[in-house]
């Protein structure tokens, strides 16, 4: 079946860009998407982007999607404490009925 | 901008006690969501309404039922508990569930069962 993969922690410095990562694989991705969850809190939509995009920026965000590599990833510019949480990407694919398969999440950590 | 709001946000539970988790939404999505989250796991999904009077299994429907009570409410039903059935529970609504459209997320319940 269709399986979504991150790895499970990112450690940054504050100011530095973060890069978190996401691959999949099954080709028939349609909407592929970012979410945020802070402690205790539940997940907040960021971003998202339709398969057939390269990349979306907005603000301190930007979306890259490699369709070969069948790889996603989410730039954080200028990281702050307030961007400490986990992310999660998600993605919809015709052969699951369109339901969201989902990563496991990556918890970004920020270094003072 | 109440969103996706549920009830109750905490509970703890005996082995064999039943329990409800309430979701409502007022948005107007046609599409409703019950997903458990354990950790390293992402989300699984439990079950999902795609519009009112239906609804579906998904990933891990065992033990749960689930009750689409009119378009804004969508309720989760633990007949029996058990501790495996010990995580934090989200409900969420999307306009369709056709995957081009976001889900909205209420803040989940964390629920306990002993």
């Known amino acids: 079946g269709e399986d979504v993969e991150q790895s499970l922690f990112l450690s940054v410095r504050e100011g530095d860009s973060s890069v978190i990562n996401c691959t999949y694989t099954d080709s028939s991705s349609t909407y592929l998407y970012w979410y945020k969850q802070e402690p205790g809190a539940g997940l907040q939509l960021l971003t998202y982007i339709f398969s057939n995009m390269d990349m979306k920026q907005d603000q301190r965000l930007t979306v890259l999607l490699n369709k070969k590599d069948k790889h996603l990833s989410l730039r954080i510019a200028d990281t702050q404490t307030g961007d400490s949480a986990i992310y999660f990407c998600a993605e919809s694919f015709m052969d699951s009925n369109y339901q969201l398969i989902w990563g496991a999440g990556t918890k970004l950590i920020i270094k003072p | 901008n109440a969103g996706v709001t549920q009830t109750p946000k905490f509970q703890v539970l005996k082995t064999g006690q039943s329990m409800t988790l309430q979701c409502a939404q007022d948005m107007n999505h046609n599409s409703m969501y019950w997903y458990r989250q354990d950790p390293g796991m992402g989300l699984r999904l439990i079950y999902y309404s795609a519009s009112e009077g239906t609804t579906d299994k998904g990933e891990v429907p065992n033990g749960y039922n689930v009750s689409r009570l009119n378009k804004r409410e969508f309720s989760l039903r633990l007949e029996s508990a058990a501790p495996s059935q010990t995580s934090v529970y989200f409900c969420?609504?999307?306009?369709?569930?056709?995957?081009?459209?976001?889900?909205?997320f209420g803040d989940g319940t964390r629920l306990s069962i002993l």
């Open positions: 969420a609504s999307s306009e369709t569930d056709r995957g081009n459209q976001p889900q909205h």
